[in-house]
């Protein structure tokens, strides 16, 4: 069914707990967690608890909780103190794009200059 945990998805796995993150931000529907190859001092991923391959595909399907990631992206910014810096909020969505995991999830990068456009 949608939204349902995949048994081999690798953020369902974070979700249920099976595989360790360092988890910042936990809510209802999200968890956030350090990055695991972080591209920036904060390097945050936040995901929804339901799977969904991308955001476009969660925001459709359950637009609440795709605001819930972008509320938690926000929290997340605050929380390490580079909201008044500035931060970057990305979605990569599809391999071209540079999308390795097919769970949604949020990048949240910051603590450094942010070159714009990225690469
Ligand atoms: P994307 O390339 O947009 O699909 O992003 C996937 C991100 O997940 C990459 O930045 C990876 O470094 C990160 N990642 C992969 N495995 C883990 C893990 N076990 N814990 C935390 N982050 C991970
Ligand atoms: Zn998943």
Redesign the pocket.
């Known amino acids: 069914m949608a939204g349902e ?2 048994t081999d ?4 796995k974070i ?1 249920s707990g099976d595989i360790p993150a360092t988890i910042v931000r936990e809510s209802a529907t999200t968890v956030a967690f350090r990055d695991i190859n972080p591209q920036a001092p904060t390097h945050v991923l936040v995901i929804p608890k339901v ?1 969904y391959p991308d955001a476009a595909s969660l925001a459709a399907a359950e637009p609440q909780i795709a605001a819930d990631v972008l509320t938690e992206a926000g929290a997340v910014a605050a929380d390490e103190k580079i909201d008044s810096t500035g931060y970057r909020t990305i979605f990569n969505t599809g391999s071209g794009a540079g999308q390795t995991v ?2 949604a999830h949020a990048h949240v990068l910051g603590g450094r200059g942010l070159q714009w456009p990225p690469g």
């Open positions: 945990p995949q998805c690798l953020f369902c979700v799977h097919f769970h």
